[in-house]
């Protein structure tokens, strides 16, 4: 996968959760535009919603995998998560995209 981009209402909110929670690296940005973040080899763009040129469907789903699916759950806060289950939990981030962490 070379990435993904999410569109956002609140583009600051949805950096604090990508960035602070789960440890991306910011990998460029243009203010009040679109933030790109590093994920490995690839990246997750959040963009402003209504600065695209060629808007696209609003739902989405990222896929990350974790050494260790219980402490990455117990340092997020369980709380936080809509479904916790075997090898796998949902995340919801700050506009309702899922993000689904994956036991490696």
Known sequence: ?????????????????YR???????AGEESGRHAKLAAGASFVCLERRGS?????????VLFFEVEDLAAAVEAVGRGRFVQVSGGWAVLPEPEGHHILLLQR
């Open 1 to 17: 996968m070379a990435g993904v981009e999410l569109y956002f209402d609140n583009l600051d909110r949805a950096k604090g959760l």
């Open 20 to 26: 602070d929670i789960l440890g991306m690296k910011p």
């Open 52 to 60: 695209e040129s060629y808007p696209s469907r609003d739902k989405a």
